[in-house]
């Protein structure tokens, strides 16, 4: 299905020459020795040295949907609501409704209608996000309630990346590493635009990595002794419109400073 990224060679393999997919999933150049989990070669196809996987335009997407897939199918839980229905029906019922196309479609419909999937230990799914908000809302009642301590600032950052050289040559020495890429596009990297943005929307592992590292930065060296932030939560994104990438956040203060002025500001306007 992805030629580009399994590409196979024409060698002298077991005896007789053949072409082989050496790329497999147990992440070995050479013969199978012994067999890898799947999480080791999620990572090794992401982080591989020639860094196809991670510029190939779908696969990355792929290969993010099987590994949710994977996780639901061993970490996900359905429940299935049995009231009002025949507690009784098995599978053997529904497969033998196959006599009645009508009867076998009717009987899935109310049984998938009935199921509810609970997943909220496997990120990204819709179970996730919502039991996700429900702890934060959860978190942010005790703090305010019981610590008073509110959420009181809303911070969003980007990077510049027309300024951001140290990008530009982190990307230019991440290229020139990579066995697939010419030495020209590397090189265009460092002095032109176009080039250095398709890197970007290209390789976004590295620049994520690279966002992280500065943010990381500036809410130790800035925001925490500025506006004395000490916790929060955060989202990382692409967005073509805002920049290469960019975070939200919601942040915290010690003493509440930002909440306690504004109270303070709108006591005054009473």
Same mark, same amino acid.
């Given at each position: 299905?992805?030629?580009?990224?399994?590409?196979?060679?024409?060698?002298?393999?077991?005896?007789?020459?053949?072409?082989?997919?050496?790329?497999?999933?147990?992440?070995?150049?050479?013969?199978?020795?012994?067999?890898?989990?799947?999480?080791?070669?999620?990572?090794?196809?992401?982080?591989?040295?020639?860094?196809?996987?991670?510029?190939?335009?779908?696969?990355?997407?792929?290969?993010?949907?099987?590994?949710?897939?994977?996780?639901?199918?061993?970490?996900?839980?359905?429940?299935?609501?049995?009231?009002?229905?025949?507690?009784?029906?098995?599978?053997?019922?529904?497969?033998?409704?196959?006599?009645?196309?009508?009867?076998?479609?009717?009987?899935?419909?109310?049984?998938?209608?009935?199921?509810?999937?609970?997943?909220?230990?496997?990120?990204?799914?819709?179970?996730?996000?919502?039991?996700?908000?429900?702890?934060?809302?959860?978190?942010?009642?005790?703090?305010?309630?019981?610590?008073?301590?509110?959420?009181?600032?809303?911070?969003?950052?980007? *990077?510049?990346?027309?300024?951001?050289?140290?990008?530009?040559?982190?990307?230019?020495?991440?290229?020139?590493?990579?066995?697939?890429?010419?030495?020209?596009?590397?090189?265009?990297?460092?002095?032109?635009?176009?080039?250095?943005?398709?890197?970007?929307?290209?390789?976004?592992?590295?620049?994520?990595?690279?966002?992280?590292?500065?943010?990381?930065?500036?809410?130790?060296?800035?925001?925490?002794?500025?506006?004395?932030?000490?916790?929060?939560? *955060?989202?990382?994104?692409?967005?073509?419109?805002?920049?290469?990438?960019?975070?939200?956040?919601?942040?915290?203060?010690?003493?509440?400073?930002?909440?306690?002025?504004?109270?303070?500001?709108?006591?005054?306007?009473?």
């Amino acid at each position: 299905a992805f030629p580009t990224v399994f590409m196979p060679v024409y060698v002298h393999f077991k005896g007789e020459m053949r072409w082989v997919i050496f790329n497999d999933i147990t992440g070995s150049h050479g013969t199978r020795e012994k067999s890898v989990s799947i999480h080791k070669w999620y990572n090794y196809m992401m982080w591989r040295s020639d860094g196809i996987p991670s510029s190939h335009p779908t696969f990355s997407l792929v290969l993010y949907n099987h590994k949710m897939r994977n996780s639901l199918q061993s970490q996900g839980r359905f429940t299935i609501n049995t009231s009002d229905i025949d507690p009784t029906i098995t599978l053997d019922t529904i497969r033998n409704a196959r006599g009645d196309d009508n009867a076998l479609q009717i009987a899935t419909e109310d049984l998938l209608k009935r199921a509810h999937m609970h997943a909220s230990n496997v990120p990204g799914t819709m179970p996730y996000w919502k039991s996700t908000q429900y702890e934060f809302k959860a978190i942010n009642f005790f703090n305010s309630y019981i610590k008073k301590r509110d959420i009181s600032l809303f911070h969003t950052g980007s *990077l510049a990346e027309y300024h951001e050289y140290p990008l530009r040559h982190l990307l230019y020495k991440y290229t020139t590493a990579l066995s697939h890429v010419d030495e020209e596009y590397s090189l265009s990297i460092l002095n032109d635009d176009s080039v250095f943005m398709n890197a970007v929307q290209k390789y976004k592992n590295i620049v994520t990595h690279y966002l992280a590292s500065k943010m990381e930065l500036w809410m130790g060296l800035f925001m925490k002794p500025v506006y004395k932030v000490d916790h929060g939560v *955060l989202t990382k994104e692409f967005a073509k419109t805002r920049g290469a990438i960019h975070f939200h956040s919601l942040l915290g203060q010690v003493g509440n400073e930002c909440s306690t002025k504004l109270n303070e500001n709108l006591q005054r306007k009473k």
